[in-house]
């Protein structure tokens, strides 16, 4: 059974994008369970938008519902773009446009065909006036994302991060290296296995970005989604199952993160290098950023399909001027990172407001630099040297041995990230670009480094 969200396909009322999920999710439930034709058993399945609206009800499900299968999603899903610390544009603008147009005729051709102009209206100032100079007229969640921060009251009825522990129906989630809502899923994973360790709640992560993934985890999930509402007990396989990028191989875990995982520091060093010692006295290192013309978003986490996403070549990415790379000399033995990933980057900007972009790269024999997690950092007191601690997306990744492990250090990912004007300015009205002078620093007093959970192999 498939239900069209309020406003949408037909479906009355006005449509406020994930603000009467739990309503209306809850309604229809109720609804299905008094119908003479429904049976004794529910499995709640589906992608993005549609795992959301499970995370929306899951602690109050009828008791016919046996499982739920939620596909690259979370429980807080849309306050991941509007980070107060770092504003995804990429992600809720198209979204706006995409779902505005989506009942249109061969919409999907349409937006390939399109795709330009939509590239092309991110770079609208201000930036308020993009979906207007595109669509016409404002498109009101697009609206509400630039006005409300994340983590502010206007979007407390779509947060449901907090009914997570309450959630006793076993849940197999399905995401991605390469996904949008990754961190706060697994996240999510955590909180289920703390407050229900016996329920036989599990997670799978393969290779994919947002909307590219395979068929086979969905397929593992169901395996389990289908054998509940039978009343039988899944297959039995670990609670955690990951594809090992670098490996290419399926692992299973006992646990989120794994055991067996320290962290390892790598310090940025002088000259371009990456070491785990301690770097020596040295100057900064520094760059020009100008956010007209700011540093691109080259594949890793995005949404749109029509861009490039995931594992790419970073060559013409790491040759532009306002990117600085630190790289370790070849690998002696198999180096392999699965958990958390973190930065810590002594920074100072010419202006006091700034972003610091991390990005984590293989390099491989033949020089081929791919880029494996990567994560920004919004500051407002950037023109004082300041310890940005930067979050990357979690990985499981084997840097294999005569391999290189590189770590990029820039100021935007655009259009991924709304570009930093420089001035601190509202983003919605925001129109003066200025450009800045960025140093990074790497000295004694100023060890600025990435953060690996790291178990080497023989």
């Known amino acids: 059974m ?35 034709w429904a049976g004794e058993s529910i499995v709640l399945v589906g992608a993005s938008y549609v795992g959301y609206t499970q995370w929306s009800v899951a602690d109050a499900v009828p008791p016919q519902v046996k499982a739920m299968v939620p596909v690259v999603s979370n429980a807080t899903f849309t306050m991941a773009f509007n980070r107060e610390d770092g504003f995804a544009l990429e992600t809720p603008f198209t979204w706006a446009v995409q779902v505005e147009r989506q009942e249109r005729r061969f919409a999907n051709v349409r937006n390939v065909l399109e795709e330009r102009e939509i590239l092309q209206a991110m770079r609208t100032l201000p930036l308020g006036q993009a979906d207007v100079g595109l ?50 899923q697994l996240r999510d994973f955590q909180t289920l296995r703390r407050t ?10 393969d290779p994919w970005a947002h909307w590219a993934m395979d068929g086979l985890t969905t397929r593992e999930a169901l395996e389990s989604g289908l054998a509940l509402a039978k009343g039988e007990t899944p297959p039995e396989r670990a609670p955690v199952r990951l594809f090992v990028m670098g490996e ?6 006992p646990t989120w993160p794994p055991p067996g995982y320290e962290p390892q520091r790598f310090h940025l060093q002088p000259g371009g290098a990456l070491a785990t010692g301690l770097p ?66 002594y920074f100072r900007s010419s202006l006091p407001y700034a972003e610091v972009f991390v990005r984590l790269c293989d390099v491989d024999e033949k020089g081929r630099s791919t880029n494996v997690c990567d994560g920004l950092l919004s500051l407002t007191d950037a023109d004082e040297t300041t310890c940005a601690s930067v979050r990357l997306w979690p990985t499981a990744h084997r840097f294999k041995r ?14 991924r990230f709304n570009r930093n004007l420089g001035t601190g300015e509202p983003r919605a009205t925001a129109v003066t670009l200025r450009a800045a002078t960025q140093q990074v620093f790497h000295a004694p007093e100023h060890p600025s480094a990435i953060v690996l959970p790291v178990r080497q192999v023989s």
């Open 248 to 253: 290419d191989k399926w692992r299973n875990f």
């Open 196 to 205: 229900a360790p016996d329920t036989p709640h599990r997670v799978t992560i």
């Open 135 to 184: 669509l016409g007229h404002r498109n009101s969640y697009f609206q509400d994302v630039l006005d409300h921060d994340g983590d502010g009251p206007f979007w407390q009825a779509a947060d449901h991060a907090d009914k997570v522990s309450d959630i006793t129906v076993p849940a197999s989630l399905v995401g991605g290296w390469y996904d949008l809502f990754l961190p706060n």
């Open 280 to 345: 020596a006295d040295s100057t900064p290192d520094d760059y020009h950023y100008d956010p007209a013309d700011p540093t691109p978003a080259v594949g890793g986490v995005r949404m749109w399909t029509l861009q490039k996403y995931g594992r790419v070549n970073n060559a013409k990415l790491e040759a532009r001027p306002d990117v600085l790379t630190y790289t370790t000399p070849a690998l002696d033995k198999d180096v392999e990172v699965v958990g958390e990933v973190s930065a810590e980057i």
């Open 402 to 415: 005569d391999h290189r492990i590189r770590v990029q250090v820039s100021s935007g990912a655009f259009p």
């Open 2 to 36: 498939i239900v069209s969200a309020r406003a949408t396909f037909g479906s009355d009322g006005p449509f406020n994008p994930f603000l009467c999920e739990r309503e209306d999710g809850l309604g229809v439930l109720d609804w299905v369970v008094k119908q003479p």
